[in-house]
Protein backbone atom coordinates (compact mmCIF):
# COMPACT_ATOMS: atom_id res chain seq x y z
CA UNK A 1 0.00 0.00 0.00
CA UNK A 2 1.54 3.48 -1.10
CA UNK A 3 1.71 5.95 1.64
CA UNK A 4 -0.25 9.26 0.46
CA UNK A 5 1.63 11.94 -1.26
CA UNK A 6 2.74 14.84 0.68
CA UNK A 7 2.11 18.18 -0.30
CA UNK A 8 5.01 19.94 -1.18
CA UNK A 9 4.04 22.96 -3.29
CA UNK A 10 4.66 26.37 -1.59
CA UNK A 11 1.50 27.95 -3.46
CA UNK A 12 -1.03 25.29 -2.33
CA UNK A 13 0.47 25.04 1.30
CA UNK A 14 0.38 28.76 1.53
CA UNK A 15 -3.62 28.74 0.12
CA UNK A 16 -4.32 26.17 2.88
CA UNK A 17 -3.36 27.91 5.44
CA UNK A 18 -4.64 31.80 3.97
CA UNK A 19 -8.25 30.16 3.81
CA UNK A 20 -7.78 28.24 7.48
CA UNK A 21 -7.25 31.98 8.49
CA UNK A 22 -9.42 33.84 6.83
CA UNK A 23 -11.98 31.50 8.28
CA UNK A 24 -10.74 32.09 11.67
CA UNK A 25 -11.39 35.66 11.52
CA UNK A 26 -14.22 35.79 9.63
CA UNK A 27 -15.61 32.76 12.96
CA UNK A 28 -13.91 35.66 15.43
CA UNK A 29 -15.84 38.31 13.62
CA UNK A 30 -19.26 36.61 13.72
CA UNK A 31 -18.58 35.62 17.43
CA UNK A 32 -18.30 39.08 18.41
CA UNK A 33 -20.59 40.71 16.25
CA UNK A 34 -23.12 38.03 17.57
CA UNK A 35 -22.43 38.28 21.15
CA UNK A 36 -21.18 41.55 21.58
CA UNK A 37 -22.60 44.08 19.75
CA UNK A 38 -25.66 42.21 18.58
CA UNK A 39 -25.32 43.08 14.74
CA UNK A 40 -28.37 43.03 12.41
CA UNK A 41 -26.34 43.48 9.21
CA UNK A 42 -27.31 40.64 6.48
CA UNK A 43 -24.57 38.30 6.67
CA UNK A 44 -25.42 37.68 10.83
CA UNK A 45 -29.22 37.87 9.87
CA UNK A 46 -28.58 34.52 7.83
CA UNK A 47 -25.97 33.04 10.25
CA UNK A 48 -28.72 33.64 13.26
CA UNK A 49 -30.37 30.62 13.49
CA UNK A 50 -26.86 28.87 13.95
CA UNK A 51 -26.10 31.20 17.42
CA UNK A 52 -27.56 29.93 20.65
CA UNK A 53 -27.91 33.20 22.67
CA UNK A 54 -29.26 31.54 25.92
CA UNK A 55 -30.25 27.95 27.57
CA UNK A 56 -32.97 26.65 29.65
CA UNK A 57 -33.18 23.41 30.53
CA UNK A 58 -33.87 21.89 26.44
CA UNK A 59 -35.07 24.87 25.28
CA UNK A 60 -32.39 27.12 23.53
CA UNK A 61 -32.75 30.27 22.37
CA UNK A 62 -31.33 31.29 19.07
CA UNK A 63 -29.80 34.78 17.83
CA UNK A 64 -32.96 34.56 15.08
CA UNK A 65 -35.44 34.64 18.06
CA UNK A 66 -33.91 37.23 19.71
CA UNK A 67 -34.06 39.57 15.92
CA UNK A 68 -37.45 38.64 15.36
CA UNK A 69 -38.57 39.85 19.28
CA UNK A 70 -36.04 42.90 19.33
CA UNK A 71 -37.27 43.68 15.54
CA UNK A 72 -40.72 43.96 16.37
CA UNK A 73 -40.24 46.39 19.08
CA UNK A 74 -38.03 48.50 16.78
CA UNK A 75 -41.13 48.75 14.49
CA UNK A 76 -43.32 49.28 16.57
CA UNK A 77 -41.43 52.05 17.84
CA UNK A 78 -41.68 53.23 14.02
CA UNK A 79 -44.74 52.55 13.75
CA UNK A 80 -47.97 55.44 12.62
CA UNK A 81 -49.87 54.20 16.10
CA UNK A 82 -47.01 55.45 18.05
CA UNK A 83 -45.78 58.09 15.84
CA UNK A 84 -49.40 60.17 16.13
CA UNK A 85 -49.05 59.21 19.93
CA UNK A 86 -45.76 61.52 20.58
CA UNK A 87 -43.53 58.81 19.64
CA UNK A 88 -39.80 59.84 20.36
CA UNK A 89 -38.55 57.01 21.00
CA UNK A 90 -35.98 55.08 19.76
CA UNK A 91 -34.44 51.16 20.31
CA UNK A 92 -32.03 51.24 22.93
CA UNK A 93 -30.06 48.67 24.97
CA UNK A 94 -32.55 48.64 27.68
CA UNK A 95 -34.89 47.47 25.37
CA UNK A 96 -32.97 44.77 23.77
CA UNK A 97 -32.16 43.45 27.51
CA UNK A 98 -35.55 43.46 28.45
CA UNK A 99 -36.90 41.79 24.41
CA UNK A 100 -34.15 39.05 25.38
CA UNK A 101 -34.95 38.47 29.41
CA UNK A 102 -38.71 37.82 27.85
CA UNK A 103 -37.46 35.27 25.80
CA UNK A 104 -36.02 33.94 28.73
CA UNK A 105 -38.78 33.81 30.31
CA UNK A 106 -41.07 32.28 27.81
CA UNK A 107 -38.36 29.92 27.41
CA UNK A 108 -38.79 28.76 30.95
CA UNK A 109 -42.89 28.62 30.99
CA UNK A 110 -42.00 25.69 28.01
CA UNK A 111 -39.18 23.75 30.29
CA UNK A 112 -41.69 23.82 33.13
CA UNK A 113 -44.75 22.95 31.16
CA UNK A 114 -42.89 20.00 29.73
CA UNK A 115 -42.09 18.81 32.77
CA UNK A 116 -45.62 19.36 34.13
CA UNK A 117 -47.21 17.80 31.05
CA UNK A 118 -49.46 20.94 29.84
CA UNK A 119 -49.88 21.13 26.73
CA UNK A 120 -52.32 23.28 24.15
CA UNK A 121 -53.47 22.78 20.85
CA UNK A 122 -53.21 24.51 17.32
CA UNK A 123 -57.16 25.06 17.40
CA UNK A 124 -56.68 26.43 21.13
CA UNK A 125 -54.15 29.14 19.76
CA UNK A 126 -56.57 30.00 16.93
CA UNK A 127 -59.83 30.23 19.56
CA UNK A 128 -57.58 32.52 21.48
CA UNK A 129 -56.13 34.95 18.56
CA UNK A 130 -59.99 34.92 17.27
CA UNK A 131 -61.24 36.63 20.72
CA UNK A 132 -58.22 39.37 20.37
CA UNK A 133 -59.30 40.07 17.07
CA UNK A 134 -62.97 40.63 17.89
CA UNK A 135 -62.18 42.35 21.00
CA UNK A 136 -60.03 45.13 18.49
CA UNK A 137 -63.15 44.92 15.65
CA UNK A 138 -63.93 48.05 16.87
CA UNK A 139 -61.14 49.68 16.38
CA UNK A 140 -58.97 47.63 14.34
CA UNK A 141 -61.17 46.73 11.27
CA UNK A 142 -57.65 45.41 9.30
CA UNK A 143 -55.91 43.03 11.59
CA UNK A 144 -53.49 41.69 9.08
CA UNK A 145 -52.53 45.36 8.01
CA UNK A 146 -52.34 46.42 11.48
CA UNK A 147 -49.95 43.84 12.00
CA UNK A 148 -48.19 44.10 9.63
CA UNK A 149 -47.72 47.77 9.45
CA UNK A 150 -46.90 47.92 13.83
CA UNK A 151 -44.50 44.96 14.11
CA UNK A 152 -44.03 43.39 10.46
CA UNK A 153 -45.74 40.26 11.50
CA UNK A 154 -48.12 38.16 9.69
CA UNK A 155 -51.34 37.19 11.49
CA UNK A 156 -49.42 33.65 11.95
CA UNK A 157 -46.25 34.97 13.01
CA UNK A 158 -48.41 36.93 15.92
CA UNK A 159 -49.79 33.48 17.03
CA UNK A 160 -46.45 32.33 16.93
CA UNK A 161 -44.68 34.85 18.50
CA UNK A 162 -47.47 36.08 21.10
CA UNK A 163 -50.29 33.95 21.46
CA UNK A 164 -48.87 30.49 21.96
CA UNK A 165 -46.38 31.95 24.30
CA UNK A 166 -49.34 33.72 26.24
CA UNK A 167 -51.66 30.75 26.44
CA UNK A 168 -49.15 28.18 27.49
CA UNK A 169 -48.29 30.74 30.34
CA UNK A 170 -52.14 30.73 30.91
CA UNK A 171 -52.39 27.20 31.16
CA UNK A 172 -49.28 26.54 33.06
CA UNK A 173 -50.46 29.26 35.82
CA UNK A 174 -53.96 27.47 35.62
CA UNK A 175 -52.23 24.03 36.62
CA UNK A 176 -51.86 25.62 40.31
CA UNK A 177 -54.74 25.66 41.15
CA UNK A 178 -57.06 29.35 41.06
CA UNK A 179 -56.21 30.76 44.12
CA UNK A 180 -54.21 34.13 44.91
CA UNK A 181 -51.54 31.14 46.86
CA UNK A 182 -51.58 29.37 43.68
CA UNK A 183 -50.70 31.88 41.37
CA UNK A 184 -47.90 33.13 43.50
CA UNK A 185 -46.73 29.46 44.44
CA UNK A 186 -46.60 29.27 39.98
CA UNK A 187 -45.13 33.23 39.98
CA UNK A 188 -42.26 32.43 42.42
CA UNK A 189 -41.52 28.66 40.94
CA UNK A 190 -41.00 30.88 37.65
CA UNK A 191 -38.79 33.15 39.33
CA UNK A 192 -36.89 30.86 40.52
CA UNK A 193 -36.45 28.83 37.39
CA UNK A 194 -35.47 32.20 35.46
CA UNK A 195 -32.88 32.78 38.05
CA UNK A 196 -31.86 29.16 38.45
CA UNK A 197 -28.00 28.27 37.82
CA UNK A 198 -28.23 26.21 34.50
CA UNK A 199 -30.05 29.31 32.59
CA UNK A 200 -27.06 30.33 30.53
CA UNK A 201 -27.17 33.73 28.94
CA UNK A 202 -24.94 34.37 26.35
CA UNK A 203 -25.60 37.89 25.24
CA UNK A 204 -23.81 40.48 26.73
CA UNK A 205 -25.30 43.75 26.99
Known amino acids: MQNPKKINDPKIVMAVLAGAIALSLLFSWLIMAVYVKH ?18 GSETISFSDYLVARDAIETFLKSEAVQQAGGGQTMDATMEKNA ?28 MYQGYVEMASSTVPDVSKYLK ?4 WTEAEYREAVVKP ?37 LRF
Open 39 to 56: DTNAMVRKLAGFFPVAKV
Open 100 to 127: YERLIHEAAVRDMAKKKSVAMTDDEVLK
Open 149 to 152: DTFN
Open 166 to 202: QLLEEKLANSYGSTTDDYAKYDEELNKRVADSDVKRY
